[in-house]
């Protein structure tokens, strides 16, 4: 059973427009979220987090809303660029876990940003 | 060269062989881990570890053997690989985080492919 789900296999947008990638989960007692991007033949690298006590968490052109009511995550890109095309995961983890960060992982999203 | 790094980067063997894929960080991160990546299931965790000589099972972990008897290197064992075991490998590495939230860092993966 798929805990963290990337329903959107890929997303196609063009060049400085936003990019909406989402996610979804359906363990309650997850509360801290990341998002990882992949390039190919490369390792995943964080991307931005947010903690279950935050909606809104910005870094940058990174923006990860979270709605726990709907146990929803959305990551924005504003404005999207070329360097951006990759794979997105997004992850979960519980606090029950102590200081392991042990995530899971969704099955990612393969955006593509076109010139 | 600093970072995490994982070797071999590509490997292929047999049915019932046994097969070590290694991984070496050098920020003295306490925490390691190992995740499969498949299509369709994203990153499952394998094992992982809180320290030298400490592991625990994650997600996925039959037919896999780890050890850790220095910090900066977590071995995987395949015992006797199976097709099933065709994926790409990732290790990672991460200090303790407060409520899991340590930020994991990913070596570049092995893949191997088992015929």
């Known amino acids: 059973d798929q805990q963290v789900k990337q329903n959107s296999p890929s997303l196609s947008v063009q060049e400085g427009r936003i990019s909406i990638l989402n996610c979804d989960y359906t363990?309650?007692?997850?509360?801290?979220f990341l998002w990882y991007k992949k390039y190919p033949a490369e390792g995943p690298t964080f991307l931005i987090s947010i903690s279950s006590i935050k909606d809104k968490n910005e870094d940058g052109r990174f923006t990860v809303f979270l709605n726990k009511s709907a146990k929803h995550l959305s990551l924005h890109i504003v404005p999207s660029q070329p360097g951006d095309s990759a794979v997105y995961f997004c992850?979960?983890?519980?606090?029950?876990?102590?200081?392991?960060?042990?995530?899971?992982f969704g099955t990612g999203t393969r955006l593509q940003v076109t010139l | 060269d600093a970072g995490i790094t994982q070797s071999p980067r590509y490997k292929i063997t047999e049915t019932g062989r046994q097969v070590t894929l290694m991984c070496h960080q050098t920020w003295s991160h306490s925490y390691m881990f190992w995740y499969r990546q498949d299509l369709g299931h994203g990153l499952r965790l394998i094992y992982y570890s809180a320290a030298a000589d400490i592991t625990d099972k994650g997600e996925v972990p039959d037919g896999y053997v780890v050890s850790r008897s220095k910090t900066e290197n977590f071995p995987l064992t395949l015992e006797s690989a199976t097709r099933s075991q065709t994926s790409v490998y990732f290790c990672?590495?991460?200090?303790?985080?407060?409520?899991?939230?340590?930020?994991?860092?990913f070596g570049p993966g092995t893949r191997l492919l088992v015929l």
């Open positions: 363990n309650s007692m997850f509360d801290y």
């Open positions: 990672a590495s991460s200090l303790p985080g407060v409520a899991g939230t340590g930020t994991q860092y």
């Open positions: 992850a979960a983890s519980t606090a029950n876990t102590g200081t392991a960060s042990k995530l899971t």
